[in-house]
């Protein structure tokens, strides 16, 4: 029992050391590729944990080729473009300047009613308001709108528009995050002026507070009688 323990201990921070040196790209685009490598990892990790007469050595050394095979060929597929179209797949464009590309839709094997599906998924119902549709290589389908359909924006209404920052927590669950603070262009001595001007003297009483992409300041606070929140805004 204690071998099997430190064999999925060991194995485990294995898989997830090797998971991070694929890096956030590689697991958010998923190709076909990709996938098999990550079931083959599962794979080879489990092999040594369910057979005891397996070398856990030979698990991981099988665990780093595919690594090294995976970092391998991501490298070649920067370099090369038909490389990387031949391992991951191009996309294909499934609507065409308003036109049904009948086509590609034979090729991927998607039937019109699985293309109205995922239209209705990216918020356009109707195929007549699409100018282009596109399978991208790891499944997803970007949708471009034909230009009256386009929602406006303030620049299409020659509207000023302040500049805006990205969302950040300044506090939460009472605990402090100065590298927040300093992100927003915030400092301690403001938060705490602002928390102050609320009544709140402790960040403990806090148990949310973040600044929106206009530099608001938006609090709740902690109900110690049925952990429920308050939102006040400054």
């Not at 990205?166 to 300093?182: A, E, H, T, W």
Request: charged share 20%.
């Amino acid at each position: 029992m204690t071998i099997i323990l430190i064999r999925t201990v060991i194995l485990y921070l294995v898989v997830l050391f090797v998971i991070r040196i694929m890096g956030k790209a590689e697991l958010s685009k998923m190709s076909p590729f990709q996938l098999i490598v990550v079931f083959m990892i599962a794979e080879l990790a489990s092999i040594p944990i369910e057979t005891p007469d397996v070398s856990i050595l030979t698990g991981v050394t099988a665990i780093f080729t595919l690594l090294l095979l995976q970092v391998l060929i991501s490298y070649l597929s920067i370099k090369s473009e038909k490389f990387k179209n031949f391992f991951n797949g191009k996309p294909s464009v499934l609507v065409d300047k308003g036109d049904i590309n009948q086509k590609e839709l034979k090729k991927l094997r998607i039937t019109i009613n699985d293309l109205m599906e995922q239209l209705r998924i990216g918020n356009t119902p109707s195929i007549s308001d699409v100018e282009y549709a596109i399978m991208e290589s790891n499944g997803d389908l970007s949708i471009i709108p034909k230009a009256e359909k386009k929602p406006l924006t303030p620049e299409d209404m020659s509207l000023p528009k302040e500049k805006e920052i990205m969302p950040v927590v300044f506090i939460s669950d009472g605990i402090l995050y100065r590298k927040n603070i300093q992100k927003a262009g915030w400092n301690e001595k403001q938060l705490a002026d602002t928390l102050s001007s609320l009544s709140i003297s402790n960040y403990t009483q806090v148990f949310l507070a973040f600044c929106d992409e206009q530099s608001k300041l938006h609090v709740f606070l902690t109900n110690k009688e049925n952990t429920a929140a308050r939102e006040v805004t400054s």
